[in-house]
T-cell receptor, first 109, second 117 residues
Framework: AQRVTQPEKLLSVFKGAPVELKCNYS??????LFWYVQYSRQRLQLLLR??SRESIKGFTADLNKGETSFHLKKPFAQEEDSAMYYC???????????FGSGTQLTVLP | DTGVSQDPRHKITKRGQNVTFRCDPI?????LYWYRQTLGQGPEFLTY????????KSRLLSDRFSAERPKGSFSTLEIQRTEQGDSAMYLC???????????????FGQGTRLTVV
């Protein structure tokens, strides 16, 4: 069965500090991992996906199959990064997403 | 706005009533998904359409739930005999298959918030 765990419901950091949002997954096949973000009063949107190995808005995430993790990192947090972040695992015949419960990131001035 | 649109944005209904939600996906997207999100949780998959065919349904989708996508464009999700436990945000997403398994980006609507009183 697919499962995504985000252990932190709330995370606060000061502006300019590094931030790491944790994500662990459980999946028997080859995982497809994503990070989605939801800013206040906006819809859920894709932030980045592991296969692209890209950096979006300064965020990166590395898939660690040994630790079954896909942590999201940013070296210097900005106030506009404050949002709800969801880690998601793609899979199944429908390629549906299995989401974690989310981490609310607050970047303090 | 050319994104995924959902209607209504909010719905308050009495227990036992039927409700229907509509989703209009991005026009060229042939995949359409319904998810449900309750407070403090991430979205949970309910069902999936490829064009007009409903190809996958979650165990979460009880017999009181039915979804359609009659012409492979918009979709409706109906809940019959609503219960208080049905109160949630119902999200629709659409996508278009890309070149590889992770090339597909799911675009989400803003959701319909259902409150059953």
């Amino acid at each position: 069965a697919q499962r995504v765990t985000q252990p932190e419901k709330l995370l606060s950091v000061f502006k300019g500090a590094p931030v790491e949002l944790k994500c662990n997954y459980s999946y028997s096949g080859s995982p497809e991992l994503f990070w989605y973000v939801q800013y206040s009063r906006q819809r859920l949107q894709l932030l980045l996906r592991h296969i692209s190995r890209e950096s979006i808005k300064g965020f990166t995430a590395d898939l660690n199959k040994g630790e079954t993790s896909f942590h999201l990192k940013k070296p210097f947090a900005q106030e506009e990064d404050s949002a709800m972040y969801y880690c998601a695992l793609g899979g199944g015949s429908a390629r549906q997403l299995t989401f974690g419960s989310g981490t609310q990131l607050t970047v303090l001035p | 706005d050319t994104g995924v649109s959902q209607d209504p944005r909010h719905k308050i209904t009495k227990r036992g009533q039927n409700v229907t939600f509509r989703c209009d996906p991005i026009s060229e997207h042939n995949r359409l998904y319904w998810y449900r999100q309750t407070l403090g949780q991430g979205p949970e998959f309910l069902t999936y359409f490829q064009n007009e065919a409903q190809l996958e349904k979650s165990r979460l989708l009880s017999d009181r739930f039915s979804a359609e996508r009659p012409k492979g464009s918009f979709s409706t999700l109906e809940i019959q005999r609503t219960e208080q436990g049905d109160s949630a945000m119902y999200l629709c997403a659409s996508s278009f298959p890309g070149q590889g398994p992770s090339d597909t980006e799911a675009f989400f609507g803003q959701g319909t918030r259902l409150t059953v009183v």
